[in-house]
């Protein structure tokens, strides 16, 4: 039977260059080319996108960090300070002040006197059997300055007592080898100059030459009563109160360190082969179509219960709606197909409450159900299985008994959409979808509709609506902010192109909430 509608004024459409308003409106054209970001801005992002990772190897490395110092054994550390510096009278009389000396040089020799394994040798002597001189030479470490003629000789062990006393002992048993090496040298050249003032004539014994050798050997002797080896202690060890390693704060802070870097490097790892488009803006750019409607996460949307009286979400299809006015300007907007390049984007959803949305507010709509891959009647209405798109195209329900009508609640009472469910499923949907009967059926609801809104499966998925996308007006594509990949949207774009598709826009689904306090959150199919 023919169900009589009432009278509503076809779709009208704006004047030359005047825009529609609304939440979520882009002007068709107005998406800006893509810009490489700065060093900045890729940073904050991954940090944005991220952040979760990030924290999560930073808390890893922290606790094995800490985990780490506290299974480890306590060590204590000693330090005996020792200067080299030769006494002034002797350096003049043995004539040692050289002002051009390298400062490194003279480290580095010092540093390599102090690790002889004489030394070593000496202080366990000196210790009579407490410790041996492998443990001492392994326990002690010389670290030397470039800028001063000062060596800390570090003794390391569990006790501090015995790093305190390894630390003297090694220190002392340097001092008196460099003395005694230095008073050998010295009773040397003593016992030269004696020798070579007895093998003088004693003319000679009496003269100049005798004179120089007496008072060089008085100098020798003077020198050797004031010789100290050019080495003494300054400043000895004494026993630690707290233990030098492990360092628990130290290396708590370098597990925080180190986690945020390895978090970072991830979560940039993550961000370069993750092919997902992460924000209304990357969709955008990815298609390079604009966005006509950001529509945000919502729980009531997740459940099936249509579009609330107020609030973002009846904003965002109001949006869409007023934007698909726009494109009525230069050319009549009579079918519509409303598809994604990947399932679960939402596409239904947006079908259902764009028609809804037009329903309610005046406008004669058709929601045709071509997605005929899902089970009927679970798309928020009472369809059935028994009719639908599927049997009028095979001939066995004529269209009108197909048709269903759906009570829309709106601000001046209720008004009905119609639709027309996908009907059995059939074994053949891209067949049934390309025939003649689908043109005719199509045509016949663009006659008696304002506007015929068709839901259609993914086209970069299966290829059912691809007969369809020459066949309508326009064709707008539903992308799921953070599900959509890039590549889906490649290919989705490619066969739109290939089969002449006039793409008007790009919904965005799953937006970030313009009032996140809310904290809602859906999924749509």
Do not use: C
Not at 329 to 337: G, M
Not at 483 to 506: E, P, S, Y
């Amino acid at each position: 039977m023919q169900r009589s509608h009432p009278e509503v004024p076809q779709l009208p459409a704006f004047s030359e260059g005047a825009p529609p308003a609304g939440p979520g409106w882009v002007r068709p054209g107005s998406s800006s080319p893509p810009g490489g970001d700065s060093l900045f801005e890729g940073t904050w992002r991954i940090l944005r996108r991220h952040w979760f990772l990030i924290l999560q190897a930073i808390v890893v490395t922290t606790i094995a960090a800490l985990v780490w110092s506290a299974t480890r054994e306590e060590l204590y550390t000693a330090s005996t300070t020792v200067l080299f510096r030769e006494p002034a009278a002797t350096a003049d009389i043995l004539n040692t002040n050289d002002s051009f000396e390298d400062p490194a040089r003279r480290a580095a020799t010092n540093e390599t006197l102090l690790s002889l394994g004489v030394v070593a040798d000496r202080a366990a002597e000196s210790l009579r059997g407490q410790v041996d001189a492998g443990t001492i030479a392994g326990a002690v470490d010389v670290v030397s300055s470039n800028e001063a003629d000062i060596v800390d000789v570090e003794a390391t062990t569990t006790d501090p007592r015995l790093s305190a006393t390894i630390a003297n002992a090694y220190s002392r048993a340097f001092v008196a080898l460099r003395q005694e090496s230095a008073r050998e040298q010295m009773q040397n050249a003593i016992n030269l100059a004696r020798a070579a003032l007895d093998g003088l004539t004693p003319t000679e014994a009496a003269g100049e030459a005798g004179s120089a050798l007496r008072s060089r050997i008085g100098e020798l002797e003077t020198a050797l009563s004031l010789q100290t080896g050019g080495a003494e202690i300054v400043q000895p060890a004494s026993a630690p109160s707290s233990p030098s390693s492990p360092d628990t704060t130290r290396n708590g802070i370098l597990g925080v360190i180190l986690g945020a870097l390895i978090g970072f490097g991830l979560a940039a790892l993550r961000e370069r082969t993750d092919r997902t488009v992460k924000s209304v803006d990357e969709v955008e750019e990815a298609y390079g179509q604009p966005i006509l409607a950001r529509v945000p996460r919502s729980r009531s949307l997740a459940r099936g219960r249509g579009l609330p009286q107020r609030g973002e979400e009846v904003e965002a299809f109001r949006a869409l709606r007023t934007s698909l006015r726009f494109f009525t300007v230069n050319e009549e907007l009579r079918s519509l197909l409303i598809t994604s390049a990947l399932p679960a984007e939402g596409k239904s959803t947006t079908a259902r409450l764009l028609g809804e949305t037009m329903a309610a507010m005046g406008d004669r709509v058709v929601l045709v159900e071509a997605d005929m891959h899902s089970q009927p009647g679970r798309r928020g209405h009472d369809g059935g299985a028994a009719v639908g798109l599927s049997s009028v195209l095979v001939g066995a329900t004529p269209l009108e008994q197909a048709l269903e009508e759906v009570m829309i609640e709106s601000p001046d009472g209720v008004r009905a959409l119609t639709i027309l469910p996908s009907g059995p499923q059939p074994p053949n949907p891209s067949v049934l979808l390309e025939s003649d009967r689908m043109r005719d059926v199509l045509d016949e609801l663009q006659v008696r509709f304002d506007l015929v809104i068709i839901d259609s499966p993914p086209i970069a998925v299966l290829s059912d609506a691809l007969a369809l996308v020459g066949e309508v007006s326009g064709v707008i594509v539903v992308s799921a902010v953070g599900r959509t990949t890039r590549d889906a949207i490649r290919d989705f774009t490619r066969q739109v192109d290939m089969l002449g598709g006039n793409l008007l826009g790009v919904v965005a689904n799953f937006a970030p909430s313009l009032d996140r306090a809310t904290g809602s959150y859906y999924q749509q199919r």
